[in-house]
């Protein structure tokens, strides 16, 4: 079984809006993720090689627009880089 980090996906760029929301709820890891809702789906983001244990640095750019690039594991989408673009460029 292969793990969240040790994904082998291809590069891909995404652009959406960064949101704060509830991750897994009512169990023992239950926390506060970030999340990047694209046009066409939801799912969390954090930088690449980031422990999921520690704060996101993401999480300061919530309700701004992203365009990120990097790999999609099962559920996280392991952004390589990123920066901030205007809402209209997101669509």
Known sequence: MMSED???STKRTVKGRLALKTFARTTKSESIG???????????IRPAGNNPLTDNPLA????????ATGTMGIYVFFADKWHEIPENDAR
Not at 35 to 40: C, G, I, K, N
Not at 60 to 67: D, M, Q, R, T
Request: hydrophobic share 40%; aromatic share 14%.
């Open 60 to 67: 300061a750019l919530a309700g701004k627009y992203i365009e």
């Open 6 to 8: 040790n994904q082998t």
């Open 34 to 44: 970030v999340y990047l809702e694209t046009a066409e789906e939801r799912f969390l």
